[in-house]
Structure formats: structure tokens, C-alpha cells
Antibody, heavy 120, light 108 residues
Framework: EVQLVESGGALVQPGGSLRLSCAAS????????MDWVRQAPGKGLEWVGR??????????EYASSVKGRFTISRDDSKKSLYLQMNSLKTEDTAMYYC???????????WGQGTMVTVSS | YVLTQPPSLSVAPGKTASITCGGN??????VHWYQQKPGQAPVLVIY???DRPSDIPERFSGSNSGNTATLTINRVEAGDEADYYC????????????FGGGTKLTVL
């Protein structure tokens, strides 16, 4: 079964850091681009960033709202994707999803999400 | 690039729901659609304008032309009640997914 499982969400103070993980199973993780998407409570979907695959040099891209604060990495040997979040702001409060990216940014498999709350 | 969706749409069971997604010359872009039920992760229901994943019912279809993309749900069922998001692949200088604001479909 193709599956993504996120973990690492927590309550953190403004200015703090957090690292999210996404464990993949049931498919060849190394072949795929992988994305992070977030959803603030009661709001719509917002793309956070992407890790390209090895064939594309693991290049990463980020939304302007997180660029310079968030870093995406991956470990293909562990079939895992990571999101390092630094200098967190209250507006980063959201459910964070990882998703498998197939051709032309169709996100065909999503995890169940992990909740990040930034509050003092 | 901005995608505009109606915030809400109400349809009676058995009728057809047409959810629109407006964008400048969106017909030249590739559009995907997601369904999200309360408390659940989004699910891809239409990709590459009008392709369906194998586990999505044939009642779901998509079209894309000019300045409007449309998700059509025929013979609407109570289980179709959800938020629906359109998304395009921006292959321009941004090169990242862009989501519409979402449409809440209510089945009367």
C-alpha cells in the first residue's frame, strides 16, 4: 500500500524551531519529487516547498512565505522527507501535509498531516 | 497567478455540480482538482485537466478552456459533500503549485 506518514508536529513558541518528518512506503521514494503543503485552521491549502529527486540533483524550492526559514531535505535510504522549520511565527500555525508529486505537480498521495501550533 | 473559485455551491442529490476555477488563460495550463472532507487529507480526484485516478468514480470529470477550468460531478451523492480545490502547475518563473481558494460543496 502506498502510504505517507507525517510526524513531529507540536506546540512551539514564536521564534522556535521544529523538524517534521514524513515516512514513505509502498513506492520507489527516490524516483519522486516530494512536496510539503500546509493548511491553517479553517483556511485553504498553501504550498510550502518541494524536494526534487536525485535525477534532478535534489533541488529544493520554497514558497516566498517560508523561504530562508524552512529547509526541506530527504534521505532516500530511509524513504523519508523532512521539513526543518526555524524562526517560527504565529502565522505558521497549520496542519502540515507531505505529498507525492507526479508529473506537472499533481499531488497524488497525501499523508494524514501533522499539526504545528506556534503560540506563546 | 491567481485562481478564483466560488466559496460555496449547493446541489440537490442526483443533480450535477459544476465547480469553476478562474484564471488568466488557465486553458494554457495544466489543472488538477482535490477533494477534502472534514478532518481528512486532500484527495486527488482529477489530474492533467481531465484524467481520473483509478479509484475515483466516473461521475467526476474535468474540463479546461479559455479562462475557466471546471470540475463536474454528475449524479451528486451525499458523500460528495466536501471542499474542492483547483491547482495549477505554474511552469513560469515561479515553477510551483498554485491552489485556488476552495469551494465548499453542500449536498442539500
Amino acid at each position: 500500500e502506498v502510504q505517507l506518514v507525517e510526524s513531529g508536529g507540536a506546540l512551539v513558541q514564536p521564534g522556535g524551531s521544529l523538524r517534521l518528518s514524513c515516512a514513505a512506503s509502498g513506492f520507489t521514494f527516490s524516483d519522486h519529487y516530494m512536496d510539503w503543503v500546509r493548511q491553517a485552521p479553517g483556511k485553504g491549502l498553501e504550498w510550502v516547498g518541494r524536494s526534487r529527486n536525485k535525477a534532478n540533483s535534489y533541488r529544493t524550492e520554497y514558497a516566498s512565505s517560508v523561504k530562508g526559514r524552512f529547509t526541506i531535505s530527504r534521505d532516500d535510504s530511509k524513504k523519508s522527507l523532512y521539513l526543518q522549520m526555524n524562526s517560527l511565527k504565529t502565522e505558521d500555525t497549520a496542519m502540515y501535509y507531505c505529498a507525492r508529486n507526479i508529473l506537472m505537480d499533481a499531488l497524488d498521495v497525501w499523508g494524514q498531516g501533522t499539526m504545528v501550533t506556534v503560540s506563546s | 497567478y491567481v485562481l478564483t473559485q466560488p466559496p460555496s455551491l449547493s446541489v440537490a442529490p442526483g443533480k450535477t455540480a459544476s465547480i469553476t476555477c478562474g484564471g488568466n488563460n488557465i486553458g494554457s495550463k495544466t489543472v488538477h482538482w482535490y477533494q477534502q472532507k472534514p478532518g481528512q487529507a486532500p484527495v486527488l480526484v482529477i489530474y492533467y485537466d481531465n484524467d481520473r485516478p483509478s479509484d475515483i468514480p466516473e461521475r467526476f470529470s474535468g474540463s479546461n478552456s479559455g479562462n475557466t477550468a471546471t470540475l463536474t460531478i454528475n449524479r451528486v451523492e451525499a458523500g460528495d459533500e466536501a471542499d474542492y480545490y483547483c491547482q495549477v502547475w505554474d511552469d513560469g518563473d515561479k515553477d510551483h503549485p498554485i491552489f485556488g481558494g476552495g469551494t465548499k460543496l453542500t449536498v442539500l
